[in-house]
């Protein structure tokens, strides 16, 4: 990339119409991003479009999941679920709100889900408490990549679409590729 494209892109005069920012962005020459809050509400709003269904899936499998995991622990702890159910929800929401931070990436979720797979098979717990470990860690997982997918999504039906890119332009954060 040019000097002229990095510096007129750091004073804010970069054209940013649509076949350049495209043409830029194919060519690896700039970066775009958008808030994944943005993002995951634009397709709460409009969920059943061709990009929607993924972040709209990947949202309602984490509340599936969080609420099995409610369910399965009464069978596995009886009555100590309500405290189970209080701390576990109090984990995940402050987790939810981590996930809409542009660093929360996949990568330690991922892992979480390897090793969580790996105890439940190596070990001989009953079929409730995996599955309570199961539901527990992919509740955290789905809640994660209904933002990363929803940004993601975003991003690539901004840059398929010249009339989204127009009418969402103003949500986009275009940097110059290092």
């Known amino acids: 990339m040019t000097n002229d494209i990095k510096l007129k892109l750091i004073k804010g005069e970069f054209d940013t119409d649509y076949q350049t920012v495209a043409r830029l962005y194919h060519s690896d020459k700039i970066l775009i991003g958008v808030d994944r809050v943005v993002a995951r509400q634009y397709f709460a709003k409009f969920p059943f479009s061709k990009w929607g ?3 709209f899936l990947s949202y309602k499998l984490a509340f599936l999941f969080l609420l099995s995991t409610w369910i399965s622990s009464f069978f596995v702890f009886g009555w100590w679920a309500i405290g189970f159910i209080l701390v576990y929800t109090f984990i995940y929401m402050i987790y939810l709100g981590q996930s809409s931070l542009g660093g929360a990436n996949l990568s330690l979720i991922t892992l ?8 439940v098979i190596c070990n001989k717990f ?5 599955f309570l470990i199961i539901s527990c860690i992919m509740s955290f997982g789905f809640i994660r990549c209904s933002y990363v997918i929803a940004a993601r999504c975003f991003i690539q039906m901004v840059l398929e679409n010249k009339s989204a890119y127009d009418a969402l332009k103003r949500y986009l954060v275009i940097k110059p590729a290092s």
Request: hydrophobic share 55%; net charge neutral.
């Open 53 to 55: 269904i993924f972040p």
């Open 112 to 119: 979480c889900c390897v090793c969580v797979f790996v105890v």
């Open 126 to 130: 009953s079929l409730m408490t995996n």
